[in-house]
Nanobody, 122 residues
Framework: QARLVESGGGLVQAGGSLRLSCTVSGRTFSKDAMGWFRQAPGKEREFLAIISSNGENTYYTERLRGRFTVSRDNPRNTAYLQMNDLQREDTAVYFC???????????????WGRGTQVTVSS
């Protein structure tokens, strides 16, 4: 069975940066597109970014305004989300997820991590 584990979250001051990691086991990572989502308390899960299985294609939600970058290192079975200029509204639990599809719909992701908390203070 697939296992996805996020790491790298924590408390950061507004304007700061974090890099989240997502390590994957139990499935063929090189065949998966990897997505990043976040969910704040009381809000719907929000799509952030997706990267293709070979890392050559990416897609971001407009809401990020160029502050976030998704990448991956297939030999290490790891995906990353670099987050810069973090703001209070970025506070959320951040999830990585795997899919065989090119999709922004969380229903089409078949494996999820448990999430890592990112808290941005001022």
């Amino acid at each position: 069975q697939a296992r996805l584990v996020e790491s790298g979250g924590g408390l950061v001051q507004a304007g700061g940066s974090l890099r989240l990691s997502c390590t994957v086991s139990g499935r063929t990572f090189s065949k998966d597109a990897m997505g990043w989502f976040r969910q704040a308390p009381g809000k719907e899960r929000e799509f952030l970014a997706i990267i293709s299985s070979n890392g050559e294609n990416t897609y971001y939600t407009e809401r990020l305004r160029g502050r976030f970058t998704v990448s991956r290192d297939n030999p290490r079975n790891t995906a990353y989300l670099q987050m810069n200029d973090l703001q209070r509204e970025d506070t959320a639990v951040y999830f990585c997820a795997a899919t065989w599809l090119w999709t922004v719909d969380p229903a089409n992701y078949d494996a999820w991590g448990r999430g890592t908390q990112v808290t941005v203070s001022s």
